[in-house]
């Protein structure tokens, strides 16, 4: 029952392969996985996707891990943000690729992933420029574009407690992408600030069950 | 000797990997759960929108509330988790669960499940969350008998039931024999009280042995 | 904050149009609305389309009112059960429309509606009758089924407990498809064992945010 | 006199309804939330996972796990819930949402909203839940100054800057007029220091009385 329980967050990001697309939970800090992020960094794998809402703030992070080059592609919402300069000065530079997506697009497209759906027609974006050379369709009326899942090969969480199974609470608005990037890739690994034992989680507030979760480290 | 359906479910039971997370589709398949045991870290989901469900209840921990698939009362166990339909079958549909135990009226050489609705005129349809388990989960095993009443094998070139789910079978525990549906064909695993001859002579299907 | 608070089910089902499409929430009677139920059929509304998983039991609730051929179509994944003879009387003798929908499909296809998704690519059903005629597409190597939204004019719903705002939590399965009919009608109505002070539910249990329900009646 | 931004905030809260769902946009549509009285029964949604968010917190209330669309951290009042990133989205594109709040560099008399690029060739984009809110709310109110600092209309007859949404926008309020967009055209349906007259001659858009 505790084979999901880690010790240390570089067990936890054991594994993770070159070219991988990792999906990192948070809202800017809420609910950033910071101390996954750093494994991921002394881990070491390179020409990663990462889908994320935000582009790294600061220079910690997934910041850092842009700085050090590991990141070949970010998919997000919003990168430009006021302590965004690592990202900022590596975009200018054409070091590194950028897929902007509506943030609305950014959790469904990641739920449609988890949820086996193909693909669906979303009413956000089109007539933009974010829509351009995607497919549309009239349904009742009113245009839609077509949008496809985003799936991840591994999920970085922040989360609040975990119990031994893996079920998982968040906290407040932390909570935000971390249950829908759980459902989304294939290798989900959760950083918490508490692991509780198996039945001292409230069964009707669990809000990640446990069959999406396969590692978690207290951090 | 050939199986009953206590030894076809202890069957299947020994065979879902430890910690898997486990549908059992109504009727036999749910069998399967007291075959498991008690360590087997098996985690059951019940598509009406729960996980970890408990063995059936009995007398005062009867719930209402609280009911499989089938609506039979169910109990609940430490680490359980509630969740929407939507996402329950989101769970189901996106590929998340390891092992779905259904039953079946017919399965095609191609891994064709037809156990939903017997084509009659005047038949209800009524087809509940049984394409969504078909589809879903990442091994498909079908409990069934290998022959119907009249004779007949279930096991057949093509269904002439109506479909479930097309190629979506992965293995066919019957009374008689196990069945891995592969890529190059049907693959007879184990046979019970029946040699691999009889069976070839009594199913239409190429069978590898 | 209590405009939301009935004082009875015949107040809270007040005005459901002849012609309504009306989800009504449960598993077999397992979060089954049976007092708003009870209360529809006194309020009178018929030429009614019914969208729930199954198609009444016994002599009450759903088939009282399928009895009383307030019904002109139910969509449901499952109305064969040992104790629907008053739906199998009717859909034998013609005088009731079935549309069987999977049952997953059921879910997401309300979803989809509550979400503002146009329409959805579904791997369930494929290749069977239940997708004759309908469009299909092959993506990734998958083949997959254009699924479109069910919306609702109005759901009944039975919930466990609500708050003045009308934050809801449910009970164990008796949640099943609840949340999502909230989602999917224009006019949301629950009945719930009981009413709590708003501030009285955990913000992080609430399972129906308040914004998707109109009314509210203990039952 | 032409409104100041808090003038303009307090007039667009006057207008939202009693007990509405409202999502304000960054930037100075949050200042709507100073004006609502407290008997309003307005209930905020922030796009990051939260209904009725309560005011900016200070000192000890601030909780790095509780912050706005913003990313300012806030309070909850009662009645709070949380939910996820892709629930929050379906509340807003779904359609549930009465009334949203935006920022905006252009609207055109059709409704076109242009509010998260500005075009220029070196900037890096990022839309943010822009789009989502654009066209999910049931009223979509922009808040803005009616020129631009080089003195141009912001309300024009095609956006020049790339859309964030098409047909979209209800109403406009600024420093200098509210204006309604409706089908048959823009209607003006208050000035403040301006007149009728001098607002035709400065905004390049067909504007009805």
Redesign the interface.
Same mark, same amino acid.
């Given at each position: 029952m505790s084979a999901k329980i880690y010790e240390t967050a570089a067990d936890a990001v054991a594994g993770i392969e070159d070219g991988s697309t990792v999906l990192i939970g948070g809202f800017g800090m809420a609910g950033m996985p910071v101390q996954l992020v750093d494994a991921l960094i002394d881990q070491g794998a390179a020409d990663l996707t990462v889908v994320s809402n935000n582009a790294g703030n600061g220079d910690t992070g997934l910041a850092a891990l842009l700085a050090k080059g590991r990141v070949r592609k970010v998919v997000c919402s919003f990168p430009r943000q006021v302590d965004s300069w690592v990202f900022d000065g590596l975009y200018r530079a054409g070091k590194i690729e950028l897929e902007v997506v509506p943030q609305g697009n950014l959790a469904e497209r990641m739920r449609a992933a988890g949820a086996g759906i193909g693909a669906f027609y979303c009413p956000t974006g089109v007539g933009t420029p974010l829509a351009e050379g995607k497919e549309t369709r009239m349904i009742d009326g009113r245009t839609y574009v077509l949008e496809y899942p985003i799936k991840g090969d591994v999920a970085l969480i922040g989360a609040h407690r975990a119990d031994r199974m893996g079920n998982l609470v968040y906290r407040k608005t932390a909570r935000n992408f971390g249950p829908v990037m759980a459902t989304a890739a294939r290798l989900v690994i959760v950083q918490v600030s508490e692991i509780v034992e198996t039945g001292d989680l409230d069964p009707e507030a669990v809000v990640t069950p446990s069959i999406y979760v396969d590692r978690v480290v207290t951090a | 000797m050939s199986l009953d359906k206590h030894q076809m479910a202890a069957l299947i039971a020994r065979d879902i990997p430890h910690?898997a &997370?486990v549908n059992l589709g109504i009727g036999r398949p749910t069998l399967v759960a007291d075959h498991l045991p008690a360590d087997s870290?098996v !985690?059951l989901? =019940?598509? %009406?929108?729960? @996980? %970890?469900m408990g063995p059936a209840a009995k007398g005062d921990d009867v719930?209402?509330? @609280?009911? %499989?698939a089938g609506?039979i009362p169910v109990t609940?166990l430490?680490? =359980?988790? &509630? +969740?929407?339909?939507?996402d329950? +079958? *989101?769970?189901?549909?996106?590929?998340? @669960?390891d092992v779905c135990v259904l039953g079946a009226f017919q399965v095609s050489a191609g891994g064709?499940l037809a156990n939903w609705?017997t084509g009659e005129p005047? *038949?209800?349809?009524? !087809? #509940? #969350? *049984?394409?969504?388990l078909a589809?879903?989960a990442k091994s498909v095993y079908v409990m069934m008998t290998l022959f119907a009443k009249d004779g007949s094998s279930k096991l057949v070139p093509e269904c002439t039931y109506? @479909? =479930?789910? !097309?190629g979506c079978v992965d293995r066919v525990y019957t009374d008689l024999a196990t069945f891995l549906i592969t890529p190059s064909g049907i693959e007879v695993r184990e046979t019970f009280g029946i040699t691999l001859d009889e069976l070839r002579a009594r199913v239409p299907v190429p069978l590898a042995g």
């Open positions: - | 910690g &997370y870290g !985690v989901h =019940t598509e %009406n929108g729960m @996980l %970890n719930d209402p509330d @609280l009911i %499989n609506k609940e430490p680490g =359980t988790s &509630y +969740f929407h339909h939507a329950s +079958f *989101a769970m189901m549909r996106g590929g998340h @669960l064709d609705h005047d *038949a209800i349809p009524a !087809v #509940g #969350g *049984a394409m969504d589809i879903g109506p @479909l =479930t789910g !097309v």
